[in-house]
């Protein structure tokens, strides 16, 4: 049963309607992380360790740590997209649940401090409708892969903008991660469900979240969340 108190901020007020999702990508749509699998690839075990030791001590950004891992990438992003297609998996109930967003006019929003074209290309056999992508583009010159981050922000994307923006807009914000890209928008949402990393943040910093192991939970949550305002209103008609 949904339990809003333990997720959702004010929870002794009625749920905003409508409501908008967003889902980090690497670690909470597909597994393994992809950036993270191809710099294990191209640059070893050990050099993957140490950018993330290196972050998480706050030696370098997330964002230089990403730079450094894109770097050792070598071949074309062809071939590079075959590699990750072998490797990567997408949430098989993420699909489904993309589907019930769009059939109940719910904008659902991919952001992800990885690649834009990959997670394109990652999503593109399910044929979603109505998602949007929200990535660092990819550029590769001379056969150095390199990324050219959306903004200045120590994570080379601010997910807790389109958060912040949608609020303005009136929507209650469901937000979805996994990792150090999501505290952002985990801080800022007004629903949060988390897990990995960012759940023992949540935990830690005091932010309401509920754990998940895939969408189809989540999608239930939203749909007793959703039935629930609309006894409210009704009772109240």
Known sequence: MLDK????????EPAILPISVFS???GTIAHPDSINFLAEWFGGT??????GKKILSGEISLRDGILQE???IKGTFPEVLELLRQHIEVDKEF???ADWCYRHQVPL???????QEVVENLLAPFNLQGVRIVANSLQITGGQ?????LDQTEWGHDKSRDVLLAKSQGYCTVFLGDGLSDRGAARSADIVFARAGLARYCEHEEIPYKEFSNFLEVQHDLMALLEGHEGTRKSQG
């Open 46 to 51: 050990e050099f993957r360790r140490e950018i």
């Open 145 to 149: 892969w390199s990324l050219q981050f």
């Open 109 to 115: 929003s991919v952001l992800s401090g990885g690649i």
């Open 24 to 26: 980090d990508f690497d």
């Open 5 to 12: 108190a333990r997720f959702q901020k004010n929870s002794s």
């Open 95 to 97: 699909p489904g649940f």
């Open 70 to 72: 894109v770097a050792v």
